[in-house]
C-alpha cells in the first residue's frame, strides 16, 4: 500500500535554484497539502487543495506555488530557494477538506538550501 | 487566535506504564476535531487517533486513548502498557470547521520510554 509518496527524498540546492518537490496519492483523496516542519516545530500548513482545479493558501506560502495536476498529484514549486526554506517538507491527503477527515501523511522531503 | 498547545517538550516513562500527553486547544469554532500523530526517529508521520467536538465519548484505538475535556478545552492522549516502539514525538493537532478542516499542529512532546 504505497499512500501518499513523496519525491524526493533528500535535495540540497543551492541559494537562487528552483526545484519541483511531487507528491502522488493513491487512496482516491480529493484534498491534498503542504507543510514545512522546522527543527522544534510542529507542521505549518504551506498550500493545500480541497480538491482537483482548486488551490488556496495557507499559513505560510510566501516563496512557493503549487500545481494540482490531477486527483492523484499535487506539487510544491520552490521558484528561487532560499535558506530560510531549509526545511522538511510533507504532503499529506484526506478524502475531503472537512474537520473530521484525517490526513495522511508522505515520508517528506528533507531540503537543504546552501 | 486558534492555537494547540503541548506543554511538555519531552518526557520519561517506564516500560509497561501507563502515560498521558497533554494538549490543550483554543478556538472560537463549535465545530472541530482534534487529531493526534506520532512521529518516530524516521521522520515519517502516522495518524493515531480522532475525537470530534460533538462526540459524547472518549475516542479509543488499541492502546491509545483521547481524554477529551470540552469544558477545559483539553485532549490528552492517553498511552497504556507503553513499549519501546512508543518512543517518538507526538503531535496534536485540530481542524476547527470554519478552517475548512485545515490542521493547526501543536509543538510536539517527546516521549522516551525506557527498558
Known amino acids: 500500500n504505497a499512500g501518499v509518496t513523496q519525491t524526493p527524498k533528500f535535495q540540497v540546492l543551492k541559494t537562487g535554484q528552483s526545484m519541483t518537490l511531487q507528491c502522488a496519492q493513491d487512496?482516491?483523496?480529493?484534498?491534498m497539502y503542504w507543510y514545512r516542519q522546522d527543527p522544534g516545530m510542529g507542521l505549518r500548513l504551506i498550500y493545500y487543495?480541497?480538491?482537483?482545479?482548486?488551490?488556496d493558501k495557507g499559513e505560510v506560502p510566501n516563496g512557493y506555488n503549487v500545481s494540482r495536476l490531477n486527483k492523484r498529484e499535487f506539487s510544491l514549486r520552490l521558484e528561487s530557494a532560499a535558506p530560510s526554506q531549509t526545511s522538511v517538507y510533507f504532503c499529506?491527503?484526506?478524502?475531503?477538506?472537512?474537520?473530521?477527515?484525517?490526513?495522511?501523511f508522505g515520508d517528506g522531503t528533507r531540503l537543504s538550501i546552501l | 487566535a486558534q492555537k494547540i498547545t503541548q506543554t511538555q517538550p519531552g518526557m520519561f516513562v517506564q516500560e509497561k506504564e501507563a502515560v498521558t500527553l497533554d494538549c490543550t486547544y483554543d478556538?472560537?469554532?463549535?465545530?472541530?476535531?482534534l487529531f493526534w500523530y506520532k512521529q518516530p526517529s524516521s521522520g515519517e508521520m502516522i495518524f493515531l487517533i480522532y475525537?470530534?467536538?460533538?462526540?459524547?465519548q472518549n475516542a479509543t484505538e488499541g492502546r491509545y486513548s483521547l481524554n477529551f475535556q470540552k469544558a477545559r478545552k483539553s485532549a490528552n492522549l492517553v498511552i497504556s502498557a507503553s513499549q519501546l516502539g512508543d518512543s517518538a514525538m507526538y503531535f496534536c493537532?485540530?481542524?476547527?470547521?470554519?478552517?475548512?478542516?485545515?490542521?493547526?499542529f501543536g509543538q510536539g512532546t517527546e516521549l522516551s520510554v525506557k527498558p
Open positions: 499529506a491527503s484526506s478524502y475531503s477538506l472537512y474537520s473530521n477527515q484525517p490526513q495522511h
Open positions: 487512496m482516491n483523496h480529493n484534498s
Open positions: 487543495s480541497a480538491s482537483e482545479g482548486t488551490t
Open positions: 478556538t472560537s469554532d463549535p465545530s472541530y476535531g
Open positions: 475525537q470530534g467536538s460533538y462526540d459524547q
Open positions: 493537532a485540530m481542524a476547527p470547521r470554519n478552517q475548512g478542516g485545515k490542521l493547526i
